[in-house]
C-alpha cells in the first residue's frame, strides 16, 4: 500500500516557543509601527510569513558542519567546501561568497552596469531593482504577459517574454544592455518557475546580441522541481541535474543562500567571466571582506554548502512545493483569490481582486496584511503599490504595481501542517469581510526600498 499523504520529511529536534499576543497588544503594536509589518517584534507575532529568507531550520547535519567551520581569514578549509558545492551545481568557474544576496548583486552590477543602461528581468526582486537604479540603470521586467495576471493558470508563468527581450535590446542597443538576468523562481511575479525551454530561449537571444546572462538563483531548487513535474522530458531527471542544465544555459549567478541554501545568512555571486570576477573580488575586498570568506564565518559557508546538497533532496522539495499547495488550496478552495498556480515559496493573496473597492494608491495589500495581522497574528507581506509603486512628484497619485498582492512565504521545514491550518482560518475570516476594510495613506518615506521603513495612517 501507498499511503497519499506528503508528510514533513523530517522530525523536530529542538524548539522555539511561539504565542499569540491579544488583541490589544496587537492592535497597539500596529500604532506604534505606523502600520508597517516589518516595524513589529517578532514576540508580537504567532506565525511569520513575511519572508522565506534565511527564516528556516536548519538540519542537524548542518549545525554539526558548523562545528567544524575553519575561520581562519584566508584560505579557509570551509570556503573550498562552499566553493566545490557552488561549483557542483552551477559549474562556474569563479565562486564569491558574499553575506547574502544582494550583496552579490552590489558587486556585480557596480563592476557591469553603468548609467544609462537597461537591465532587463523577467521579474526584478526589490533589491535587485534598488541595485539597477542605483548605478543610474534602468531596470526593465520582461515577464511573459500572462505573468502579471493572478487568475490566468500556466505551468511556467515566470517566463520571459522572448520576443519583448529581443525587442528591448535591439531599441536599447546591445553595448547599453550590460547583462540580461532572469529569477527563478520568480518571486515578484508569484514565486512562478521558469521552464528549461525558456531559459534556452533567452540564451538564444542573448548570444545573437552578444550579451551575458545571470540567473538570480535565490530559488533554483524549487525551480528545478517544478521543472521535473511540469515540462515533458524531465520527469526522469534529478533536481541536481536540472539545476546544472539550467546554470549551464548562464554566464553567471547571484545567490541568496537565505532561501535554497538552506541557511540563516549567506550567498554568492558565481561567473564565467575572469574581469569580472577579478573587479568583483577587488570590490568585495572593500565592502564584504577577504574573497574566501566574504562577509561570512567559516562555519556559515559549511552551512551553505551543507544546505545545497540537501535543498535537491526529492524528499525534501515533493514536500516543499507541496505543503505550500495546501496553503493555496485551503485558502482557495473557501474562494480566496491568489495567484494561480501557487508559488513555490508563498501564496499570493490578490489583494486588487478582493478589495475593489481600494485603489492602487491606498495600497489594498498593506490593508489587507495589517487586517491579517490585526486578527490572527499572522505576518505576511504587501507586494504591491507600496513596495514597487512610486510616489508622483507633483503630489497625486502613486503609480501603481502591475498587482496588488499579500505574499504567505512559508519558511523552510519550520512550520507544521496545523500552523498552515490556521493561516488557513485567518485568511478565510478575514477574506470573509474585506468589503469592511479601508485603505491607508503613506504620512513618511524614504527614497530607497520605502516598503522597509514607510509609515502610514489609516483612511
Ligand atoms: N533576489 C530575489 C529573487 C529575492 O527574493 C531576494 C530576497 C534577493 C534577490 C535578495 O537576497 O535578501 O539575501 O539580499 N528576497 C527576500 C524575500 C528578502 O523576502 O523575498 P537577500
Not at 369 to 398: H, K, N, Q
Request: proline share 5%.
Amino acid at each position: 500500500m501507498e499511503y497519499r499523504t506528503i508528510i514533513e520529511p523530517f522530525r523536530i529536534h529542538s524548539v522555539q516557543a511561539i504565542d499569540l499576543p491579544d488583541l490589544a497588544q496587537r492592535e497597539r503594536a500596529l500604532e506604534r509601527s505606523g502600520f508597517n509589518l516589518f516595524g513589529l517584534h517578532a514576540d508580537e507575532i504567532i506565525i511569520d510569513l513575511l519572508t522565506d529568507s534565511g527564516t528556516g531550520a536548519m538540519s542537524s547535519n548542518q549545525w554539526a558542519g558548523m562545528m567544524r567551520g575553519d575561520e581562519s581569514y584566508a584560505g579557509s578549509r570551509s570556503f573550498f567546501r562552499f566553493e566545490a558545492a557552488v561549483k557542483d551545481i552551477t559549474g562556474m568557474d569563479e565562486v564569491i561568497p558574499t553575506h547574502q544576496g544582494r550583496a552579490a548583486e552590489k558587486i556585480l552590477f557596480s563592476v557591469a552596469v553603468s548609467e544609462g543602461d537597461v537591465v532587463p528581468n523577467n521579474t526584478h526582486f526589490d533589491t535587485t531593482r534598488a541595485n539597477v537604479e542605483y548605478q543610474g540603470a534602468e531596470a526593465r521586467d520582461l515577464v511573459i504577459a500572462e505573468g502579471t495576471d493572478p487568475s490566468a493558470i500556466l505551468p511556467f508563468k515566470g517566463n520571459m517574454d522572448v520576443e519583448r527581450l529581443r525587442r528591448t535590446i535591439e531599441e536599447v542597443g546591445p553595448d547599453r544592455v550590460p547583462l540580461v538576468m532572469v529569477t527563478v523562481t520568480n518571486n515578484s511575479g508569484g514565486g512562478q518557475p521558469v521552464s528549461m525551454a525558456n531559459l534556452r530561449e533567452v540564451r538564444a537571444v542573448c548570444d545573437e546580441f552578444g550579451v551575458p546572462l545571470y540567473l538570480d538563483a535565490c530559488r533554483f531548487a524549487e525551480n528545478a522541481w517544478f521543472i521535473k513535474l511540469r515540462e515533458p522530458g524531465y520527469e526522469d531527471k534529478t533536481p541536481r541535474e536540472i539545476a546544472r542544465e539550467m546554470f549551464s544555459y548562464a554566464d553567471g549567478a547571484t545567490m541568496s543562500a537565505k532561501k535554497d541554501g538552506l541557511a540563516n545568512i549567506g550567498g554568492f555571486l558565481a561567473t564565467n567571466d575572469q574581469e569580472i570576477s577579478l573587479n568583483a573580488r577587488n570590490l568585495l575586498i572593500l565592502t564584504e571582506g577577504f574573497p574566501t570568506y566574504g562577509g561570512l564565518a567559516g562555519y556559515d559557508l559549511e552551512a551553505v554548502a551543507i544546505g545545497l546538497d540537501e535543498v535537491l533532496d526529492e524528499n525534501y522539495l515533493n514536500y516543499r512545493i507541496r505543503s505550500t499547495a495546501y496553503l493555496a488550496e485551503t485558502i482557495s478552495n473557501a474562494g480566496v483569490p491568489i495567484v494561480q498556480p501557487p508559488g513555490g515559496h508563498a501564496v499570493y493573496i490578490d489583494a486588487a481582486t478582493l478589495l475593489p473597492h481600494i485603489p492602487p494608491h491606498e495600497y489594498p495589500a498593506q490593508a489587507l496584511a495589517i487586517e491579517l495581522y490585526r486578527a490572527g497574528g499572522v505576518r505576511g507581506v504587501e507586494i504591491g503599490t507600496v513596495m514597487f509603486g512610486r510616489p508622483d512628484p507633483s503630489g497625486g497619485p502613486d503609480t501603481s504595481a502591475a498587482m496588488e498582492l499579500v505574499r504567505l512565504a512559508v519558511p523552510r521545514r519550520t512550520y507544521t501542517q496545523s500552523h498552515i491550518d490556521y493561516v488557513g482560518e485567518v485568511v478565510i475570516d478575514v477574506a470573509g469581510r474585506a468589503s469592511s476594510l479601508r485603505g491607508l495613506r503613506i504620512v513618511d518615506q524614504p527614497a530607497w526600498l520605502r516598503h522597509f521603513t514607510a509609515r502610514f495612517s489609516r483612511l
